[in-house]
């Protein structure tokens, strides 16, 4: 098992009621991706840690793949799905680059609190170009911690800074802008069709961007 996903089975057990404090956030972005998703999608859910995305947008789509790299993390979302009894969302233990996925195979792939903790977020917007249908759609929600947020927040972002030159913390937490996100979607084949700055203790970057060209390396 690597750091990462020791890291993230760790974070898991509290991680709803952690997250429950920027709920404002994540209910925004859901209702804004909402707009987004037809009946016959094939979604992919990219780092969907307890699942409660893919089980809320489950009755508006064809099926979801929700993905994550916890297993700890697929086993709290697998028991929301049977206890939602929600049949059309696949969740699986696996990473994004797992030569199993096929090239162009989703119509959306959503990355829920991601791009600032991979290590690489030129490589997974390219492996996001790859796997998405000519003219797919992803959507991104990106906490953007350079921006504006609560004294509280900032003290709690600056602790976890601390932990993270320590080594205590194994992954990267990028202090990310909106305004990288969107040199990010450019540089990977994309263009954004409705964006929205949502603040509410803590700046998040809700993105929705359109495939415009295949990047390959
Ligand atoms: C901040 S959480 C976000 C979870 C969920 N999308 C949400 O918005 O609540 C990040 C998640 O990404 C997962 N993750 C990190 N790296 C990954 C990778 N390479 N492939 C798949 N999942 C990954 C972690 O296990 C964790 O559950």
């Known amino acids: ?80 799905a049977t206890v939602g009894k929600t049949e059309n969302v696949n969740f699986e233990q696996s990473d994004i680059f797992d030569n199993k996925y096929s090239n162009e195979s989703y119509d959306v792939i959503l990355a829920f609190n991601m791009l600032h903790t991979v290590p690489n977020p030129q490589d997974v917007m390219q492996r ?29 972002i600056q602790l976890v800074r601390v932990l993270c030159k320590l080594g205590l913390i194994p992954i990267p937490i990028r202090r990310i802008t909106s305004s990288e996100v969107d040199n990010l979607l450019e540089a990977g084949g994309f263009q954004a069709v409705e964006s929205e700055e949502i603040y509410k203790g803590a700046s998040s970057y809700f993105v929705a961007a359109r495939k415009l060209k295949t990047i390959t390396k």
């Open 1 to 80: 098992m690597n750091k990462s996903e020791e890291f993230w089975d760790g974070a898991s057990k509290n991680y709803d009621k952690t997250e429950e404090r920027f709920e404002y956030i994540h209910s925004k972005s859901r209702e804004n991706t909402r707009k987004f998703l037809k009946d016959s999608d094939i979604v992919l859910d990219y780092g969907c840690g307890t699942g409660t995305a893919a089980c809320q947008f489950s009755s508006q789509v064809k099926e979801i793949h929700a993905i994550d790299i916890s297993s700890k993390m697929i086993e709290i979302a697998k028991e929301k």
């Open 128 to 156: 996001i170009n790859e796997l998405l249908k000519p003219e797919g759609l992803f959507i991104s929600v990106t906490p953007c911690l350079r921006q504006k947020m609560s004294f509280f927040v900032n003290l709690q």
